[in-house]
Protein backbone atom coordinates (compact mmCIF):
# COMPACT_ATOMS: atom_id res chain seq x y z
CA UNK A 1 0.00 0.00 0.00
CA UNK A 2 2.61 2.32 0.82
CA UNK A 3 4.43 1.28 -2.58
CA UNK A 4 1.11 2.48 -4.16
CA UNK A 5 1.20 5.89 -2.55
CA UNK A 6 4.85 6.85 -2.80
CA UNK A 7 5.15 9.13 -6.41
CA UNK A 8 6.74 7.05 -8.82
CA UNK A 9 10.22 8.13 -10.16
CA UNK A 10 10.13 11.11 -12.70
CA UNK A 11 6.29 11.62 -12.23
CA UNK A 12 5.33 15.14 -11.90
CA UNK A 13 4.13 14.83 -8.33
CA UNK A 14 7.93 13.90 -7.37
CA UNK A 15 9.46 17.14 -9.78
CA UNK A 16 6.71 19.51 -7.86
CA UNK A 17 7.72 18.13 -4.54
CA UNK A 18 11.29 19.07 -5.25
CA UNK A 19 11.15 22.21 -6.74
CA UNK A 20 8.51 23.20 -3.72
CA UNK A 21 11.80 22.36 -1.43
CA UNK A 22 14.02 24.61 -3.88
CA UNK A 23 11.64 26.94 -3.88
CA UNK A 24 11.32 27.18 -0.06
CA UNK A 25 15.47 26.73 0.62
CA UNK A 26 16.33 29.78 -2.14
CA UNK A 27 13.69 32.12 0.05
CA UNK A 28 14.94 31.50 2.85
CA UNK A 29 18.58 31.85 1.75
CA UNK A 30 17.59 35.12 0.28
CA UNK A 31 15.31 36.21 3.08
CA UNK A 32 17.17 35.22 5.90
CA UNK A 33 20.31 37.49 5.57
CA UNK A 34 17.79 40.36 4.49
CA UNK A 35 15.80 39.57 7.92
CA UNK A 36 19.27 39.46 9.83
CA UNK A 37 20.39 43.13 8.28
CA UNK A 38 16.90 44.77 9.10
CA UNK A 39 17.21 43.41 12.70
CA UNK A 40 20.89 44.37 13.22
CA UNK A 41 20.08 48.14 11.80
CA UNK A 42 17.15 48.24 14.10
CA UNK A 43 19.17 47.11 17.28
CA UNK A 44 22.01 49.61 15.85
CA UNK A 45 19.35 52.55 15.26
CA UNK A 46 17.88 51.52 19.06
CA UNK A 47 21.31 51.82 20.50
CA UNK A 48 21.72 54.96 18.70
CA UNK A 49 18.51 56.69 19.95
CA UNK A 50 19.45 55.47 22.98
CA UNK A 51 23.36 56.72 23.18
CA UNK A 52 21.84 60.45 21.90
CA UNK A 53 19.26 60.14 24.87
CA UNK A 54 22.48 59.44 27.08
CA UNK A 55 24.62 62.32 25.68
CA UNK A 56 21.78 64.83 25.48
CA UNK A 57 20.98 64.49 29.41
CA UNK A 58 24.61 64.27 30.54
CA UNK A 59 27.07 66.72 32.16
CA UNK A 60 29.95 65.45 30.03
CA UNK A 61 30.28 66.40 26.91
CA UNK A 62 30.30 62.70 25.50
CA UNK A 63 31.41 62.34 21.48
CA UNK A 64 31.37 58.33 19.97
CA UNK A 65 34.06 57.01 17.89
CA UNK A 66 34.72 53.89 15.77
CA UNK A 67 38.18 53.67 16.46
CA UNK A 68 40.69 55.13 19.44
CA UNK A 69 43.50 56.47 18.14
CA UNK A 70 45.70 55.00 21.16
CA UNK A 71 45.33 51.87 23.01
CA UNK A 72 42.13 52.45 25.31
CA UNK A 73 40.47 51.59 28.22
CA UNK A 74 37.36 51.80 30.08
CA UNK A 75 37.33 53.35 32.86
CA UNK A 76 34.43 51.97 34.29
CA UNK A 77 35.15 48.27 33.68
CA UNK A 78 38.84 48.64 32.92
CA UNK A 79 38.20 46.63 29.95
CA UNK A 80 40.39 47.23 26.35
CA UNK A 81 38.15 48.72 23.99
CA UNK A 82 38.30 49.82 19.93
CA UNK A 83 35.45 51.84 20.04
CA UNK A 84 33.06 53.84 22.31
CA UNK A 85 32.74 57.22 23.44
CA UNK A 86 34.97 59.95 24.98
CA UNK A 87 34.18 63.23 26.84
CA UNK A 88 35.78 66.06 25.04
CA UNK A 89 36.25 67.86 28.59
CA UNK A 90 37.83 65.77 30.88
CA UNK A 91 38.91 62.88 28.12
CA UNK A 92 36.63 60.34 29.93
CA UNK A 93 36.90 57.22 28.17
CA UNK A 94 34.09 54.18 28.45
CA UNK A 95 32.59 51.31 26.19
CA UNK A 96 29.01 51.85 24.81
CA UNK A 97 27.74 49.59 27.97
CA UNK A 98 29.20 51.45 30.65
CA UNK A 99 27.62 54.86 29.60
CA UNK A 100 25.31 55.41 32.06
CA UNK A 101 27.62 54.11 34.95
CA UNK A 102 30.48 56.79 34.29
CA UNK A 103 27.66 59.32 33.68
CA UNK A 104 26.67 58.33 37.51
CA UNK A 105 30.15 57.84 39.00
CA UNK A 106 32.40 60.53 36.98
CA UNK A 107 32.03 64.13 37.58
CA UNK A 108 32.82 65.83 34.25
CA UNK A 109 34.97 69.72 34.01
CA UNK A 110 33.04 72.32 35.91
CA UNK A 111 32.44 75.54 34.08
CA UNK A 112 31.76 77.25 37.47
CA UNK A 113 31.44 75.64 41.11
CA UNK A 114 28.77 74.84 42.86
CA UNK A 115 30.16 75.35 46.34
CA UNK A 116 30.11 79.20 46.84
CA UNK A 117 32.21 78.61 49.96
CA UNK A 118 35.15 77.43 48.00
CA UNK A 119 37.47 80.51 47.50
CA UNK A 120 39.94 81.38 44.44
CA UNK A 121 42.75 79.73 46.02
CA UNK A 122 41.45 76.60 47.48
CA UNK A 123 40.68 74.27 44.08
CA UNK A 124 42.33 70.67 44.29
CA UNK A 125 43.31 68.31 41.75
CA UNK A 126 40.75 66.64 40.07
CA UNK A 127 42.05 63.16 39.32
CA UNK A 128 40.30 60.75 36.45
CA UNK A 129 42.51 56.95 36.26
CA UNK A 130 43.49 55.97 33.13
CA UNK A 131 44.52 56.78 29.60
CA UNK A 132 46.78 59.17 30.35
CA UNK A 133 49.08 60.78 27.74
CA UNK A 134 51.76 59.16 25.61
CA UNK A 135 55.28 60.53 27.29
CA UNK A 136 53.64 61.63 30.46
CA UNK A 137 55.73 61.42 33.32
CA UNK A 138 54.34 61.46 36.81
CA UNK A 139 55.09 64.46 38.98
CA UNK A 140 56.31 62.58 42.16
CA UNK A 141 59.03 60.09 40.87
CA UNK A 142 59.71 61.90 37.38
CA UNK A 143 58.95 58.17 36.17
CA UNK A 144 57.02 57.47 32.58
CA UNK A 145 53.40 57.09 32.80
CA UNK A 146 50.82 54.75 31.23
CA UNK A 147 52.90 51.87 30.22
CA UNK A 148 51.27 49.10 31.27
CA UNK A 149 49.08 47.24 29.67
CA UNK A 150 45.85 48.32 31.38
CA UNK A 151 43.92 50.68 33.28
CA UNK A 152 46.17 52.92 35.40
CA UNK A 153 48.01 56.03 36.74
CA UNK A 154 46.16 59.24 37.13
CA UNK A 155 45.66 62.91 35.39
CA UNK A 156 44.38 65.68 36.68
CA UNK A 157 42.13 67.26 34.35
CA UNK A 158 42.97 71.17 34.98
CA UNK A 159 46.82 71.19 35.43
CA UNK A 160 47.22 67.87 32.96
CA UNK A 161 49.80 66.36 35.66
CA UNK A 162 50.00 62.45 36.37
CA UNK A 163 51.12 60.20 38.77
CA UNK A 164 51.72 56.69 39.10
CA UNK A 165 49.17 54.38 41.19
CA UNK A 166 51.54 53.70 43.38
CA UNK A 167 52.73 57.22 43.91
CA UNK A 168 49.27 58.40 44.55
CA UNK A 169 48.63 59.27 48.30
CA UNK A 170 46.19 61.37 50.20
CA UNK A 171 47.84 64.55 50.41
CA UNK A 172 47.58 64.71 46.37
CA UNK A 173 44.19 64.20 46.08
CA UNK A 174 43.66 67.21 49.01
CA UNK A 175 46.48 69.16 47.17
CA UNK A 176 45.96 72.50 45.72
CA UNK A 177 45.64 72.68 41.54
CA UNK A 178 47.84 75.61 40.46
CA UNK A 179 46.52 74.57 36.77
CA UNK A 180 49.70 74.07 35.28
CA UNK A 181 51.53 75.41 32.23
CA UNK A 182 48.61 76.99 30.58
CA UNK A 183 47.04 78.57 34.29
CA UNK A 184 48.10 82.43 32.14
CA UNK A 185 45.03 81.37 29.97
CA UNK A 186 42.81 79.45 32.04
CA UNK A 187 39.89 80.67 33.05
CA UNK A 188 39.27 79.03 36.76
CA UNK A 189 35.80 77.42 37.94
CA UNK A 190 36.02 79.03 41.07
CA UNK A 191 36.57 82.78 39.35
CA UNK A 192 33.46 82.30 37.38
CA UNK A 193 31.71 81.48 40.57
CA UNK A 194 32.95 84.52 42.48
CA UNK A 195 31.87 87.17 39.36
CA UNK A 196 28.59 85.41 39.59
CA UNK A 197 28.16 85.76 43.13
CA UNK A 198 29.40 89.63 42.95
CA UNK A 199 26.70 90.41 39.78
CA UNK A 200 23.92 88.87 42.24
CA UNK A 201 25.14 91.58 44.98
CA UNK A 202 25.56 94.72 42.10
CA UNK A 203 28.92 94.39 42.02
CA UNK A 204 31.62 95.13 39.20
CA UNK A 205 34.94 95.74 40.85
CA UNK A 206 36.13 92.25 39.05
CA UNK A 207 39.87 93.38 39.63
CA UNK A 208 39.96 92.23 43.35
CA UNK A 209 38.93 88.49 42.17
CA UNK A 210 41.80 88.92 39.03
CA UNK A 211 44.50 90.45 41.77
CA UNK A 212 44.40 86.93 43.11
CA UNK A 213 45.68 85.20 39.92
CA UNK A 214 48.45 87.11 39.08
CA UNK A 215 49.38 90.08 36.59
CA UNK A 216 50.40 87.72 33.43
CA UNK A 217 46.73 86.17 33.97
CA UNK A 218 45.35 86.51 30.21
CA UNK A 219 42.56 84.24 29.98
CA UNK A 220 41.98 82.89 26.46
CA UNK A 221 38.62 82.05 24.51
CA UNK A 222 38.06 79.57 21.70
CA UNK A 223 36.03 80.13 19.15
CA UNK A 224 35.70 77.58 16.05
CA UNK A 225 33.85 77.40 13.15
CA UNK A 226 33.22 73.52 12.44
CA UNK A 227 32.47 74.52 9.08
CA UNK A 228 35.24 76.20 7.62
CA UNK A 229 38.24 74.64 5.38
CA UNK A 230 38.60 71.16 6.14
CA UNK A 231 36.41 70.80 8.67
CA UNK A 232 38.30 70.44 11.62
CA UNK A 233 36.98 73.09 14.00
CA UNK A 234 34.70 71.13 16.07
CA UNK A 235 37.60 68.18 16.87
CA UNK A 236 39.81 70.95 18.00
CA UNK A 237 37.48 72.62 19.92
CA UNK A 238 37.66 69.74 21.88
CA UNK A 239 41.17 69.25 22.69
CA UNK A 240 41.04 73.16 23.80
CA UNK A 241 38.40 72.06 26.05
CA UNK A 242 40.69 69.24 27.56
CA UNK A 243 43.32 72.11 28.20
CA UNK A 244 41.66 75.12 29.19
CA UNK A 245 38.17 75.26 30.98
CA UNK A 246 34.67 73.70 29.04
CA UNK A 247 33.49 77.15 28.22
CA UNK A 248 34.50 76.98 24.55
CA UNK A 249 32.43 78.38 21.32
CA UNK A 250 31.60 76.41 17.98
CA UNK A 251 30.22 80.17 16.15
CA UNK A 252 27.98 78.09 14.16
CA UNK A 253 25.91 77.63 17.51
CA UNK A 254 26.78 80.41 19.02
CA UNK A 255 26.95 83.54 16.91
CA UNK A 256 30.58 85.77 18.00
CA UNK A 257 28.30 88.46 19.58
CA UNK A 258 27.28 86.28 22.40
CA UNK A 259 30.47 84.34 22.42
CA UNK A 260 32.20 87.70 23.53
CA UNK A 261 30.10 88.57 26.00
CA UNK A 262 32.26 86.48 28.02
CA UNK A 263 34.80 89.27 28.15
CA UNK A 264 32.24 91.43 29.74
CA UNK A 265 33.20 89.17 32.82
CA UNK A 266 36.90 89.67 32.55
CA UNK A 267 39.21 92.18 33.71
CA UNK A 268 39.74 95.07 31.42
CA UNK A 269 41.84 94.52 28.40
CA UNK A 270 43.20 91.50 29.50
CA UNK A 271 40.65 88.34 27.27
CA UNK A 272 42.44 86.86 24.41
CA UNK A 273 40.29 85.58 21.63
CA UNK A 274 41.56 82.31 19.22
CA UNK A 275 39.59 82.50 16.16
CA UNK A 276 39.77 78.61 14.52
CA UNK A 277 38.91 79.12 11.19
CA UNK A 278 39.63 80.62 7.64
CA UNK A 279 39.64 84.74 7.01
CA UNK A 280 35.97 85.00 6.66
CA UNK A 281 35.51 83.76 10.06
CA UNK A 282 38.24 86.48 11.63
CA UNK A 283 35.91 89.38 10.04
CA UNK A 284 32.84 87.93 11.75
CA UNK A 285 34.54 87.93 15.03
CA UNK A 286 36.18 91.38 14.53
CA UNK A 287 32.68 92.45 12.99
CA UNK A 288 31.46 91.83 16.28
CA UNK A 289 34.07 93.22 18.40
CA UNK A 290 32.97 96.53 16.42
CA UNK A 291 29.31 95.45 17.86
CA UNK A 292 31.04 95.71 21.52
CA UNK A 293 32.59 98.88 20.68
CA UNK A 294 28.89 100.34 19.84
CA UNK A 295 27.81 99.06 23.02
CA UNK A 296 30.52 100.61 24.97
CA UNK A 297 32.07 97.82 26.03
CA UNK A 298 35.68 99.17 24.52
CA UNK A 299 37.58 98.16 27.87
CA UNK A 300 36.79 94.33 27.36
CA UNK A 301 37.73 94.22 23.55
CA UNK A 302 39.90 91.27 23.36
CA UNK A 303 43.08 90.92 21.42
CA UNK A 304 42.46 88.31 18.45
CA UNK A 305 45.09 85.36 17.45
CA UNK A 306 44.04 82.79 14.46
CA UNK A 307 44.46 79.32 13.53
CA UNK A 308 43.64 78.96 9.73
CA UNK A 309 41.50 76.58 9.08
CA UNK A 310 40.11 77.99 5.74
CA UNK A 311 41.55 77.61 2.09
CA UNK A 312 43.43 81.37 1.52
CA UNK A 313 44.45 82.18 4.78
CA UNK A 314 45.93 85.52 3.97
CA UNK A 315 45.50 87.94 7.42
CA UNK A 316 46.54 84.55 9.60
CA UNK A 317 49.92 84.46 7.02
CA UNK A 318 50.24 88.04 7.51
CA UNK A 319 50.12 87.91 10.96
CA UNK A 320 52.98 85.38 11.54
CA UNK A 321 50.46 82.15 12.07
CA UNK A 322 50.54 80.73 8.77
CA UNK A 323 49.33 79.58 5.72
CA UNK A 324 47.24 76.62 7.09
CA UNK A 325 46.60 74.23 10.00
CA UNK A 326 46.50 70.43 9.74
CA UNK A 327 47.09 69.05 13.12
CA UNK A 328 50.94 69.49 12.03
CA UNK A 329 51.68 70.88 15.20
CA UNK A 330 50.06 69.97 18.60
CA UNK A 331 47.04 71.62 20.35
CA UNK A 332 49.11 72.11 23.00
CA UNK A 333 51.79 74.39 21.35
CA UNK A 334 49.56 76.43 19.53
CA UNK A 335 48.52 77.42 23.27
CA UNK A 336 52.17 78.37 23.61
CA UNK A 337 52.51 80.34 20.60
CA UNK A 338 49.13 82.11 22.02
CA UNK A 339 51.13 83.36 25.14
CA UNK A 340 54.27 84.25 23.09
CA UNK A 341 52.48 86.31 20.41
CA UNK A 342 52.84 90.63 20.79
CA UNK A 343 49.57 93.09 20.46
CA UNK A 344 49.49 94.67 17.07
CA UNK A 345 47.07 96.94 15.73
CA UNK A 346 45.31 96.16 11.80
CA UNK A 347 43.25 98.72 10.01
CA UNK A 348 39.90 98.21 8.82
CA UNK A 349 37.99 99.64 5.43
CA UNK A 350 34.52 100.86 5.07
CA UNK A 351 33.75 99.26 1.31
CA UNK A 352 30.57 101.13 -0.03
CA UNK A 353 29.28 100.35 -3.10
CA UNK A 354 26.45 102.68 -4.65
CA UNK A 355 24.43 101.38 -7.82
CA UNK A 356 23.92 103.94 -10.58
CA UNK A 357 20.77 104.90 -11.92
CA UNK A 358 18.48 107.47 -11.86
CA UNK A 359 15.56 106.11 -9.83
CA UNK A 360 17.70 103.84 -7.73
CA UNK A 361 16.43 104.14 -4.06
CA UNK A 362 18.43 101.34 -2.64
CA UNK A 363 20.54 102.55 0.57
CA UNK A 364 24.46 101.55 -0.57
CA UNK A 365 25.75 98.27 -0.27
CA UNK A 366 28.16 98.56 2.36
CA UNK A 367 31.05 95.94 3.48
CA UNK A 368 34.63 95.95 5.89
CA UNK A 369 37.76 95.18 4.82
CA UNK A 370 40.33 93.37 6.37
CA UNK A 371 42.55 91.79 3.48
CA UNK A 372 41.87 93.29 -0.24
CA UNK A 373 38.97 94.35 -2.48
CA UNK A 374 39.01 93.42 -6.05
CA UNK A 375 37.83 93.57 -9.80
CA UNK A 376 38.79 91.55 -12.35
CA UNK A 377 39.93 87.81 -12.84
CA UNK A 378 40.54 87.11 -9.26
CA UNK A 379 37.24 88.34 -8.26
CA UNK A 380 35.19 85.64 -10.85
CA UNK A 381 37.42 82.67 -9.95
CA UNK A 382 36.12 83.28 -6.66
CA UNK A 383 32.46 84.18 -7.66
CA UNK A 384 32.61 80.24 -9.52
CA UNK A 385 34.16 78.75 -6.59
CA UNK A 386 31.88 80.00 -4.24
CA UNK A 387 28.55 79.28 -6.58
CA UNK A 388 29.57 75.74 -6.63
CA UNK A 389 30.25 75.23 -3.39
CA UNK A 390 26.62 76.73 -2.57
CA UNK A 391 25.41 73.51 -4.69
CA UNK A 392 27.10 71.24 -2.60
CA UNK A 393 29.89 72.03 0.22
CA UNK A 394 30.78 68.45 1.09
CA UNK A 395 32.47 68.43 -1.86
CA UNK A 396 34.85 71.12 -1.14
CA UNK A 397 35.93 70.31 2.92
CA UNK A 398 39.90 69.55 1.34
CA UNK A 399 42.39 72.42 1.22
CA UNK A 400 44.04 70.84 -1.91
CA UNK A 401 40.82 70.73 -3.50
CA UNK A 402 39.49 73.79 -2.89
CA UNK A 403 43.17 75.57 -4.77
CA UNK A 404 42.48 72.43 -7.65
CA UNK A 405 38.90 74.10 -8.13
CA UNK A 406 40.56 77.56 -8.48
CA UNK A 407 43.10 76.53 -10.66
CA UNK A 408 40.23 75.14 -12.93
CA UNK A 409 38.42 78.36 -13.09
CA UNK A 410 41.48 80.41 -13.52
CA UNK A 411 42.85 78.29 -16.59
CA UNK A 412 39.41 79.23 -17.95
CA UNK A 413 39.72 82.31 -18.02
CA UNK A 414 42.79 82.71 -19.49
CA UNK A 415 41.03 81.64 -22.69
CA UNK A 416 37.61 83.14 -22.44
CA UNK A 417 39.01 86.32 -20.95
CA UNK A 418 35.87 87.55 -19.59
CA UNK A 419 37.26 90.79 -17.81
CA UNK A 420 39.15 92.31 -21.02
CA UNK A 421 39.40 96.03 -21.23
CA UNK A 422 38.67 96.63 -17.55
CA UNK A 423 40.61 100.14 -18.20
CA UNK A 424 37.55 101.03 -19.99
CA UNK A 425 34.80 100.64 -18.08
CA UNK A 426 35.84 101.97 -15.03
CA UNK A 427 37.68 105.17 -13.85
CA UNK A 428 40.22 105.08 -10.98
CA UNK A 429 40.56 107.85 -8.55
CA UNK A 430 43.54 107.73 -5.74
CA UNK A 431 43.08 110.26 -2.75
CA UNK A 432 40.77 112.51 -5.41
CA UNK A 433 43.41 112.07 -7.89
CA UNK A 434 42.18 110.22 -11.01
CA UNK A 435 44.92 107.97 -12.37
CA UNK A 436 45.46 107.23 -16.13
CA UNK A 437 45.17 102.61 -16.50
CA UNK A 438 47.01 100.81 -19.01
CA UNK A 439 45.40 98.11 -20.42
CA UNK A 440 44.22 95.54 -17.69
CA UNK A 441 41.72 93.34 -16.32
CA UNK A 442 41.91 93.43 -13.02
CA UNK A 443 42.30 95.95 -10.26
CA UNK A 444 43.27 95.11 -6.44
CA UNK A 445 43.20 96.91 -3.40
CA UNK A 446 45.50 95.61 -0.70
CA UNK A 447 45.47 95.76 3.18
CA UNK A 448 47.93 92.98 4.03
CA UNK A 449 50.78 91.98 3.09
CA UNK A 450 49.47 88.86 1.38
CA UNK A 451 47.44 87.84 -1.03
CA UNK A 452 46.05 84.77 -3.35
CA UNK A 453 47.04 82.35 -0.85
CA UNK A 454 50.34 83.39 0.27
CA UNK A 455 52.11 85.64 -2.86
CA UNK A 456 53.39 88.97 -1.46
CA UNK A 457 52.03 91.23 -4.09
CA UNK A 458 53.01 94.58 -3.75
CA UNK A 459 56.58 93.72 -3.14
CA UNK A 460 56.88 91.50 -5.62
CA UNK A 461 60.43 90.58 -6.75
CA UNK A 462 63.42 92.18 -8.78
CA UNK A 463 65.84 94.91 -7.77
CA UNK A 464 63.29 97.12 -8.15
CA UNK A 465 62.59 98.75 -4.01
CA UNK A 466 59.06 99.38 -2.75
CA UNK A 467 58.39 100.00 1.19
CA UNK A 468 56.76 97.33 2.62
CA UNK A 469 52.75 96.85 2.74
CA UNK A 470 51.74 97.40 6.21
CA UNK A 471 48.25 96.52 8.09
CA UNK A 472 49.15 99.42 10.33
CA UNK A 473 49.69 102.35 8.27
CA UNK A 474 46.16 103.59 7.09
CA UNK A 475 47.46 103.35 3.83
CA UNK A 476 45.87 101.13 0.89
CA UNK A 477 48.31 99.17 -1.67
CA UNK A 478 46.69 99.56 -5.35
CA UNK A 479 47.70 97.50 -8.18
CA UNK A 480 46.70 96.07 -11.52
CA UNK A 481 46.78 92.62 -13.14
CA UNK A 482 46.81 91.39 -17.03
CA UNK A 483 45.00 88.82 -16.56
CA UNK A 484 44.51 85.09 -15.22
CA UNK A 485 48.09 84.18 -16.67
CA UNK A 486 49.64 87.04 -15.16
CA UNK A 487 47.97 85.98 -11.49
CA UNK A 488 49.34 82.74 -12.27
CA UNK A 489 53.09 83.68 -12.93
CA UNK A 490 52.79 86.58 -10.25
CA UNK A 491 52.05 83.76 -7.35
CA UNK A 492 55.09 81.48 -8.99
CA UNK A 493 57.58 84.87 -9.00
CA UNK A 494 57.81 85.03 -12.52
CA UNK A 495 56.53 88.64 -12.49
CA UNK A 496 55.36 91.74 -11.07
CA UNK A 497 52.02 93.53 -10.94
CA UNK A 498 51.02 96.99 -12.50
CA UNK A 499 51.63 99.03 -9.20
CA UNK A 500 49.29 102.08 -9.70
CA UNK A 501 49.97 103.58 -6.03
CA UNK A 502 49.08 103.81 -2.54
CA UNK A 503 46.22 105.67 -0.68
CA UNK A 504 44.02 107.13 2.03
CA UNK A 505 41.06 106.99 -0.02
CA UNK A 506 40.41 104.93 -3.11
CA UNK A 507 37.14 105.33 -5.38
CA UNK A 508 36.42 103.49 -8.64
CA UNK A 509 33.83 103.81 -11.25
CA UNK A 510 32.38 100.95 -12.66
CA UNK A 511 30.70 102.82 -15.70
CA UNK A 512 29.29 99.73 -17.85
CA UNK A 513 28.86 96.30 -17.72
CA UNK A 514 28.41 93.78 -14.97
CA UNK A 515 31.74 92.67 -13.35
CA UNK A 516 32.76 90.24 -10.79
CA UNK A 517 33.74 92.06 -7.49
CA UNK A 518 35.26 90.43 -3.99
CA UNK A 519 35.71 91.98 -0.86
CA UNK A 520 37.81 89.35 1.27
CA UNK A 521 36.79 86.49 -0.46
CA UNK A 522 33.07 87.29 -0.88
CA UNK A 523 32.34 87.70 -4.39
CA UNK A 524 29.30 88.66 -6.00
CA UNK A 525 28.60 89.98 -9.50
CA UNK A 526 28.26 93.80 -9.79
CA UNK A 527 26.79 96.18 -12.17
CA UNK A 528 27.48 100.34 -13.06
CA UNK A 529 28.18 101.30 -9.81
CA UNK A 530 30.57 103.69 -7.61
CA UNK A 531 33.04 101.79 -4.98
CA UNK A 532 34.47 104.05 -2.09
CA UNK A 533 37.18 102.58 -0.02
CA UNK A 534 37.48 104.70 3.35
CA UNK A 535 39.24 104.06 6.89
CA UNK A 536 37.17 102.56 9.23
CA UNK A 537 38.52 101.68 12.54
CA UNK A 538 41.44 99.26 14.11
CA UNK A 539 41.69 95.62 14.78
CA UNK A 540 43.08 94.74 18.26
CA UNK A 541 45.28 91.40 16.94
CA UNK A 542 48.13 88.56 17.87
CA UNK A 543 51.26 88.64 15.97
CA UNK A 544 53.02 85.59 16.29
CA UNK A 545 56.83 86.03 14.98
CA UNK A 546 57.60 82.18 14.86
CA UNK A 547 55.69 81.34 11.85
CA UNK A 548 57.85 84.24 9.31
CA UNK A 549 58.42 82.41 5.91
CA UNK A 550 61.34 83.18 3.39
CA UNK A 551 59.45 85.84 1.94
CA UNK A 552 58.63 87.64 5.68
CA UNK A 553 62.49 87.11 5.94
CA UNK A 554 63.48 88.37 2.59
CA UNK A 555 61.09 91.77 3.31
CA UNK A 556 62.24 92.37 6.60
CA UNK A 557 66.09 92.49 5.93
CA UNK A 558 65.47 94.24 2.53
CA UNK A 559 63.31 96.98 4.77
CA UNK A 560 66.25 96.93 7.17
CA UNK A 561 68.66 97.69 4.31
CA UNK A 562 66.67 100.53 3.12
CA UNK A 563 66.48 102.04 6.60
CA UNK A 564 70.50 101.74 7.07
CA UNK A 565 70.78 103.87 3.59
CA UNK A 566 68.49 106.52 4.78
Not at 230 to 243: A, D, S
Not at 383 to 392: D, P, Q, T
Amino acid sequence: MEAERRPAPGSPSEGLFADGHLILWTLCSVLLPVFITFWCSLQRSRRLLHRRDIFRKSKHGWRDTDLFSQPTYCCVCAQHILQGAFCDCCGLRVDEGCLKKADKRFQCKEIMLKNDTKVLDAMPHHWIRGNVPLCSYCMVCKQQCGCQPKLCDYRCIWCQKTVHDECMKNSLKNEKCDFGEFKNLIIPPSYLTSINQMRKDKKTDYEVVASKLGKQWTPLIILANSRSGTNMGEGLLGEFRILLNPVQFDVTKTPPIKALQLCTLLPYYSARVLVCGGDGTVGWVLDAVDDMKIKGQEKYIPQVAVLPLGTGNDLSNTLGWGTGYAGEIPVAQVLRNVMEADGIKLDRWKVQVTNKGYYNLRKPKEFTMNNYFSVGPDALMALNFHAHREKAPSLFSSRILNKAVYLFYGTKDCLVQECKDLNKKVELELDGERVALPSLEGIIVLNIGYWGGGCRLWEGMGDETYPLARHDDGLLEVVGVYGSFHCAQIQVKLANPFRIGQAHTVRLILKCSMMPMQVDGEPWAQGPCTVTITHKTHAMMLYFSGEQTDDDISSTSDQEDIKETE
